[in-house]
């Protein structure tokens, strides 16, 4: 199945996200976005992120609080700390974090892989097997119009796919702006179903029942640690 297919089941799962967690994970976000700009206006990474954290509902006090915390000068130097690791099988995790305490966040991610006997790797020992990507997904049946007008501004798509009038286009990340900005001047109040910069693994792998087990193990501990913002992974979840 395409990437159109992969987005939508990963928008779907990840509405069950725990509020707390999803609200702590948006707060530190809007909070780098803001560090040196904080005006929505003239920022247009803060603006795009306070966009997704609306989205996803996440309150106004929450978003305004950590606006208000890049303003100040408070201490808190937030990091964005990425891990690769192997899991069981052919399994492979890129681990996304957003932490204050880097000590701490290595020591419970490590804890999560050696639980289930598996290991972190150095750098680069997973990802060159994933695509960093921009994606966004929205229903639309305007498909020759957006290409065009992405083509016009100047951006060269990874992938451009449409099923039942729901399309999904992958870029590059440093077009990401670019090219929601063409996206919205031809659909101005577009919803996305899927808007995210990540890591998207090239192929995928399907476990047997003892390693699905405890790859599902593993995410579930890699998921619950607060300082984790997002896992990729190369497994087959169907």
Do not use: W
């Amino acid at each position: 199945m395409g990437r159109a297919y992969e987005v939508r089941k990963a928008s779907i799962q990840k509405t069950g996200a725990m509020k707390a967690k999803l609200y702590s994970t948006f707060a530190k976000e809007i909070y780098l976005a803001a560090k040196g700009n904080p005006e929505l206006e003239s920022n247009i990474n803060l603006k795009r992120v306070v966009e997704k954290a609306k989205k996803q509902q996440v309150p106004s006090d929450i978003i305004n609080r950590a606006i208000d915390k890049a303003k100040g000068n408070n201490g808190d130097d937030y990091k964005e700390v990425v891990y690769e690791g192997f899991g069981p099988g052919a399994s492979t995790l890129i681990v996304n974090t957003l932490t204050d305490n880097v000590n701490r966040t290595v020591a419970f991610v490590r804890e999560a892989f050696n639980k289930v006997h598996k290991s972190l790797g150095v750098s680069n020992s997973v990802s060159y097997n994933y695509d960093h990507l921009a994606i966004v997904s929205f229903s639309s049946e305007k498909e020759e119009e957006i290409l065009d007008a992405i083509i016009e501004a100047g951006i060269d798509p990874v992938d451009f796919e449409t099923v039942d009038n729901e399309i999904t286009i992958s870029v590059n990340p440093g077009d990401r702006n670019k090219l929601k900005d063409a996206i919205e001047k031809i659909i101005p109040d577009v919803d996305y179903e899927f808007d995210e910069v990540g890591m998207f693994a090239k192929d995928k792998v399907t476990l047997n029942e003892e390693d699905l087990e405890t790859f599902n193990k593993l995410l579930t501990m890699l998921e619950n640690i607060e300082d984790v913002t997002e896992v990729y992974h190369n497994v087959n979840l169907d």
